[in-house]
C-alpha cells in the first residue's frame, strides 16, 4: 500500500490552500530556496515554490 503525504497549509493568501481545513490542495508542491540567502535556517532556506496568490 502507497503512503500518501499531506501538505498542511495556514498561508491564507495562496491560492491553493483550503482554509476549511487547513491543507494545500495541490497534488505536490514545489519546495524551493529563498534567493541570496545561506544561512542554514529552514525559515530563511525553504519556501514553497508553487505558492500563487489568490488576489
Known sequence: MEK???INCTVHS???NNQKK???ELED???APCKN???G???DESMC???MSNQ
Open 14 to 16: 495562496c491560492a491553493y
Open 29 to 31: 508542491i514545489i519546495v
Open 37 to 39: 540567502c545561506n544561512t
Open 41 to 43: 535556517n529552514p525559515e
Open 4 to 6: 500518501k503525504q499531506r
Open 22 to 24: 487547513c491543507v494545500c
Open 49 to 51: 515554490g508553487s505558492y
